[in-house]
């Protein structure tokens, strides 16, 4: 076996289709913030190993710094606004909460 | 040959664990089996030369998103109810979509001949910071600017605010139209 190029790309499918499973079917809102992780740790994994097989530069990994740098800032936030949910309804099902629905 | 090895043990401590992430019942588990992922994608960040980003990842990754992630689980628990509905509806059209859009990407890798040469690994981490502080200044500043919003803004929405919380005796009482008025 070679290790090249398809093997990372067929690695990064396989965690960005669990992650949008997670994302589709956890009904806890962590579970779902998980979800998204996996989806945005595929996407770097993309971006680092086209760096390396295609583009031959470091540009694509600055591009996933800059990725790690906005899913800190995105799991600060959820997480608060999941604290939030937890105080105001008692819950962290994301199906529990529907204020505006009524 | 070792690499491939190494390279096969780090690619199902990727995937493995991120299978019981998203199946497990329990969500504590789920948030433990993350660790492992996110220190197999740092692997292969390392086994792709790019140690700048493996040690981020770590570093942020571990040290810090998954942390809050556990805390946030611990802090929010809330005893299992006693019926739990297993959700057909809810994960047949996400396993149709997940494996559709596995089998896409992977349709898509696969028929495409990859002009792909690897380059020779070399430290980064220089290279990196001279591009942050030339060519990518201003994302970099951006960024910071983001991240700073961001911190305000999750402070923000998890200060409690008891002025705005309702309670009984700040509902005004309902004007009944048909009660005399005696005064």
């Not at chain 1, 694509?60 to 608060?80: C, D, N, P, R, Y």
């Not at chain 2, 329990?26 to 980003?53: E, K, M």
């Given at each position: 076996m070679n290790v090249g190029l398809p093997h990372f790309l067929t690695i990064s499918a396989a965690l960005f289709s669990l992650g949008l499973f997670?994302?589709?079917?956890?009904?806890?809102?962590?579970?779902?913030?998980?979800?998204?992780?996996?989806?945005?740790?595929a996407a770097n994994i993309n971006f680092v190993a086209f760096s390396?097989?295609?583009?031959?530069?470091?540009?694509?990994?600055?591009?996933?710094?800059?990725?790690?740098?906005?899913?800190?800032?995105?799991?600060?936030?959820?997480?608060?606004?999941?604290?939030?949910?937890?105080?105001?309804?008692?819950s962290v099902n994301a199906d529990t909460v529907q204020s505006l629905k009524q | 040959m070792t690499a491939d090895l190494i390279f096969?043990?780090?690619?199902?401590?990727?995937v493995v664990p991120a299978v019981w992430v998203v199946f497990s019942p329990?969500?504590?588990?789920?948030?433990?089996?993350?660790?492992?992922?996110?220190?197999?994608?740092?692997?292969?960040?390392?086994?792709?030369?790019?140690?700048?980003?493996a040690v981020t990842q770590v570093m942020v990754y571990v040290g810090g998103i998954l942390v809050l992630v556990l805390f946030t689980v611990?802090?929010?628990r809330v005893p299992p109810s006693g019926k739990r509905r297993h959700g057909l509806d809810r994960y047949v059209p996400a396993a149709i979509l997940a494996l559709g859009v596995f089998g896409l990407?992977?349709?898509?890798?696969?028929?495409?001949q990859w002009a792909a040469s690897i380059s020779p690994a070399q430290p980064t981490t220089a290279e990196i910071g001279t591009k942050l502080?030339?060519?990518?200044?201003?994302?970099?500043?951006?960024?910071?600017?983001?991240?700073?919003a961001a911190m305000v803004g999750a402070a923000i929405l998890i200060r409690e605010r008891r002025e705005d919380r309702y309670t009984a005796e700040d509902i005004p009482e309902t004007v009944d139209p048909d009660r005399e008025v005696t005064s």
């Open positions: 997670a994302v589709m079917s956890r009904r806890n809102a962590v579970g779902i913030l998980m979800g998204v992780e996996l989806m945005l740790n390396r097989y295609v583009e031959h530069g470091v540009d694509g990994q600055i591009m996933s710094a800059f990725v790690i740098v906005l899913a800190a800032a995105e799991a600060a936030v959820a997480l608060a606004i999941v604290l939030a949910m937890f105080r105001n309804f008692g | 096969v043990i780090l690619a199902l401590l990727t329990n969500i504590v588990h789920a948030g433990f089996a993350l660790l492992f992922t996110l220190l197999g994608v740092s692997g292969l960040y390392a086994y792709l030369g790019a140690d700048f980003v611990m802090m929010t990407l992977y349709k898509a890798i696969t028929s495409v502080m030339t060519d990518y200044i201003f994302p970099f500043e951006y960024v910071s600017l983001v991240l700073l």
